[in-house]
């Protein structure tokens, strides 16, 4: 058992017999009172948020979560069919465990994915993903001096705003967690 010392942000827990992640972690000592860890806690299998303070000292259970970066092959359905490079299994992860980064995974990509006995509970895009622009409406040369974005279509279907300069068939970096530009790559 652990206790409440051992949690930080990112942590898995048992909490009220489901398994949660630690998004907020704080230590509070107001005024004379005894202290307290404020939580903010969200639930893998629905998506729900809750609070809670935990005693100090209190007793936790650490869920025992073993990540592992797997290879991204092809969607089925509801699921992404990703594959262990070392023993060549293939492991099918629900579409809903990568959240909005599932729209930007492209097949051969390395995603990483926290199981705990042998059943995914988290799963992770890469950060940063380099796709090609398959349409977006041509820049007008000169109208860079202002911040306007415009709409563009990735080749993965996905569609994000891009600065006026970007055109079609360029390979763009995006960063999966704000679906947001970050620069042009050469």
Same mark, same amino acid.
């Given at each position: 058992?652990?206790?409440?010392?051992?949690?930080?942000? $990112? #942590?898995?827990?048992? %909490?009220?017999? *489901?398994?949660?992640?630690?998004?907020?972690?704080?230590?509070?000592?107001?005024?004379? &009172?005894?202290?307290?860890?404020?939580?903010?806690?969200?639930?893998?299998?629905?998506?729900?948020?809750?609070?809670?303070?935990?005693?100090?000292?209190?007793?936790?259970?650490?869920?025992?979560?073993?990540?592992?970066?797997?290879?991204?092959?092809?969607?089925?359905?509801?699921?992404?069919?990703?594959?262990?490079?070392?023993?060549?299994?293939?492991?099918?992860?629900?579409?809903?465990?990568? $959240? #909005?980064?599932?729209? %930007?995974?492209? *097949?051969?990509?390395?995603?990483?994915?926290?199981?705990?006995?042998?059943?995914?509970? &988290?799963?992770?895009?890469?950060?940063?993903?380099?796709?090609?622009?398959?349409?977006?409406?041509?820049?007008?040369?000169?109208?860079?001096?202002?911040?306007?974005?415009?709409?563009?279509?990735?080749?993965?279907?996905?569609?994000?705003?891009?600065?006026?300069?970007?055109?079609?068939?360029?390979?763009i970096k995006v960063d999966?967690?704000?679906m947001t530009y970050v620069?042009?790559?050469?």
């Amino acid at each position: 058992m652990a206790n409440t010392g051992d949690i930080h942000v $990112g #942590s898995v827990i048992r %909490f009220n017999g *489901e398994l949660v992640q630690i998004i907020e972690y704080q230590h509070r000592t107001p005024g004379n &009172l005894r202290a307290f860890f404020q939580a903010k806690m969200r639930n893998l299998k629905s998506g729900k948020l809750a609070e809670y303070r935990f005693r100090a000292g209190e007793d936790v259970e650490l869920a025992r979560v073993e990540y592992r970066e797997l290879q991204y092959i092809y969607k089925e359905g509801e699921h992404f069919v990703c594959m262990d490079n070392d023993s060549y299994e293939q492991v099918y992860i629900p579409e809903d465990l990568f $959240g #909005s980064g599932s729209q %930007f995974l492209k *097949e051969g990509m390395t995603v990483k994915i926290a199981f705990e006995q042998d059943t995914p509970i &988290l799963a992770e895009a890469p950060t940063f993903v380099e796709l090609e622009i398959t349409y977006t409406e041509p820049g007008i040369k000169g109208d860079t001096a202002t911040n306007t974005l415009k709409q563009a279509t990735l080749e993965t279907g996905a569609i994000i705003n891009v600065p006026l300069f970007v055109d079609q068939g360029e390979k763009i970096k995006v960063d999966t967690r704000t679906m947001t530009y970050v620069e042009r790559v050469k």
